[in-house]
C-alpha cells in the first residue's frame, strides 16, 4: 500500500541544461532519477569523445532520459534501457516531445543473467556503452529503505556489484564492439576509487575522465573502458633472450605484445640481470613506434604504481613501489621484503623519433632459498593465469593513443602515488643519501624523489643509486 500511494505523489518538473545549452524540462514521476551533476558529467564525456554521425550507443539506467536525448542530439543510433517502466515510459515521451529518435527498452544487467542481452540491450554491440550507476551502499539491517524502484536507481544491490558486474559483460565480449569505449560514473562510497584497478583485472583498459567532488567528501568518478590494444598482434616465443631485444629489432607498430616461456637474459635499469625464475611472466610491449614521441622517465615510477595496485587484491600490506620501478612482496608481516617485479624502458632512434619498448618481469612463484620473491608469497591464489591480459590491460591505460574516442593520456593521482612511495620507504629503509639518513616525501613531475634530511633540507634525488635501502 505505501509503494503504491508513494507511486500517486505528484509528478516534479525539473530543467537541465545540456553541454551544447540546450534546455530540457522534464516531467518526472517520483521512482524516476532526474538529471544532476552526475548527468552532466556523463553527457560533458560524451561530447568531448568526438565520435561521428551513425554512432551507436547504449545507455544503461537511463532514467529520465537526459543523456540518451543528449546522444541523439549528436547524430548518434542510441538505445536506452532502464530496469524501472516508469523511466522507460519518461525517456520515450521526452525523446518525442524534444523530436528525437530512440530505441528504449525495459531491464539491465543484474545479479540474475538471462543468457543474453536481447531483451535490454537489443543484443548488439555498440560504439558507445554508458551507465550511470546507482551510487548509495546497500542498507544495513534496520535501516530506512526507500521504494523498490528508487532503490533501482540508488542503490547498488548486488552482492557481486553492479559495477564488476558491468566490467565482467563487457570483458566477456558482449555489449561493446572491440574497438568501442564504455563508460562508467561511479561512486567513491561503493567502486569509484578502485574503478580502473577493477577494470584491470578483467582485461579492461581503463582512465579515469572526470571527477565530481562534495562538500561530504563523496565524489564521482567518470571511467572510459576499452579493449586493450585491439587488433594488434601478440608474438608468443618459447625461449629468448630478451623479450624487449626482440620488439626493438623489428618494425611491429605501436600495442604489439611479445612474451616468452623463458627468457635467457632478461635485464634491468643499466643493463643488470633481471633473474627470472621458472614460470615467470617476461612480457614487453612497444609502447611508442617513433610517432608519439610518449615515453617520459616519470613513467616508470607511474607504472610500477599502477602494478602495486594491481596486485594489491593479493595482500595490500605485503606489497610496495621501491622507487623508482621495482615492486617487492613479503610472504607475512614479518617476514623478509624480496623483489618480485620490475620495469624496465628501452628505445632506439627511428628516423626523426625514438622507437621505445617497454619490458615487465614478474616471478609468480618465489623459492624459499632465493633473494627474489614472487606473487604466490602474496597468496597461495595467485598464478600466472590471466596475468598477460592484465598487465596489458594497465600497459594500454597508460599508453595506448585514442584519437576516435578522444580519451587523453592520464597519469595517476599523485597523493595517492606519493602515500604509496612513503610506504615503500618506510617498508624497505631507513634509506641513505650520501651516508645521511633522509625520509621521503613525494615525487616531482619529472619523476624525480623528494627526500628531506636530518637537518630539514629538501633535496631531489634522481639517481637511484645515490641511495641506500637498510631493509633489504
Wanted: negative net charge; contains cysteine.
Amino acid at each position: 500500500m505505501e509503494e503504491i500511494e508513494r507511486l500517486q505523489r505528484p509528478a516534479k518538473k525539473v530543467v537541465w541544461t545540456s553541454p551544447t545549452r540546450q534546455i530540457y524540462e522534464f516531467d518526472l514521476p517520483v521512482t524516476v532519477y532526474p538529471p544532476r551533476e552526475d548527468t552532466s558529467l556523463l553527457a560533458e564525456a560524451l561530447h568531448r569523445l568526438g565520435l561521428p554521425n551513425g554512432t551507436s550507443c547504449l545507455e544503461i539506467g537511463c532514467g529520465s532520459g537526459a543523456v540518451s536525448i543528449h546522444a541523439a542530439t549528436l547524430g548518434w543510433r542510441v538505445v536506452a534501457c532502464d530496469v524501472n517502466p516508469f523511466a522507460v515510459a519518461c525517456t520515450q515521451h521526452h525523446a518525442s516531445l524534444y523530436g528525437q529518435s530512440l530505441t528504449v527498452l525495459e531491464g539491465g544487467p543484474g545479479p540474475e543473467l538471462d543468457g543474453s542481452s536481447d531483451q535490454w540491450g537489443g543484443d548488439s554491440h555498440y560504439d558507445v556503452v554508458m551507465w550511470n550507476l546507482p551510487y548509495l551502499p546497500r542498507p544495513n539491517l534496520g535501516d530506512d529503505v526507500l521504494g523498490p524502484m528508487e532503490e533501482s536507481a540508488l542503490i547498488d544491490s548486488d552482492d557481486k556489484g553492479l559495477f564488476l558486474r558491468y566490467v565482467e559483460r563487457l570483458a566477456s565480449g558482449r555489449l561493446l564492439k572491440p574497438k568501442g569505449v564504455a563508460l562508467a560514473v561511479v561512486s567513491s562510497l561503493l567502486d569509484g576509487r578502485q574503478a580502473c584497478t577493477i577494470a584491470w583485472r578483467q582485461g579492461m583498459a581503463a582512465r579515469v575522465l572526470g571527477e565530481q567532488e562534495f562538500d561530504d567528501g563523496e565524489s564521482l568518478v567518470l571511467v572510459a573502458m576499452w579493449h586493450p590494444y585491439s587488433g594488434k598482434e601478440h608474438i608468443h616465443e618459447s625461449v629468448v633472450e630478451s623479450t624487449n631485444a626482440i620488439l626493438l629489432s623489428n618494425s611491429s607498430p605501436a600495442g604489439v605484445l611479445c612474451t616468452a616461456d623463458v627468457q635467457r637474459q632478461g635485464r634491468g635499469r643499466r643493463g643488470r640481470e633481471w633473474e627470472s625464475l621458472d614460470g615467470a611472466l617476461a612480457a614487453s610491449w612497444v609502447i611508442d613506434d617513433g610517432t608519439h614521441s610518449l615515453h617520459k622517465p616519470v613513467d616508470q615510477v607511474h607504472l610500477g604504481y599502477y602494478l602495486s595496485e594491481l596486485f594489491h587484491s593479493h595482500g595490500p600490506e605485503r606489497i610496495c613501489l621501491k622507487w623508482p620501478n621495482d615492486l617487492y612482496v613479503r610472504a607475512s608481516m614479518s617476514a623478509p621484503w624480496k623483489k618480485c617485479a620490475g620495469v624496465l624502458f628501452e628505445g632506439t632512434t627511428m628516423g626523426t623519433g625514438q622507437r621505445t619498448v617497454l619490458g615487465i618481469g614478474v616471478n609468480i612463484v618465489g623459492p624459499s632459498n632465493s633473494q627474489f620473491g614472487g606473487l604466490d608469497e602474496l597468496s597461495p591464489l595467485a598464478k600466472g593465469d590471466g596475468l598477460t591480459a592484465q598487465l596489458h590491460a594497465v600497459v594500454a591505460s597508460m599508453f595506448e593513443v585514442l584519437d576516435r574516442p578522444n580519451i587523453p593520456l592520464t597519469h595517476p593521482d599523485l597523493r595517492a602515488l606519493d602515500k604509496a612511495l612513503i610506504f615503500g620507504s618506510v617498508a624497505l629503509g631507513p634509506i641513505f643519501y650520501r651516508g645521511d639518513c633522509v625520509e621521503v616525501s613525494g615525487l616531482d613531475e619529472q619523476g624525480s624523489l623528494r627526500v628531506k634530511t636530518e637537518s630539514g633540507a629538501v633535496i631531489l634525488v634522481d639517481d637511484p643509486d645515490q641511495l641506500e635501502w637498510s631493509n633489504i
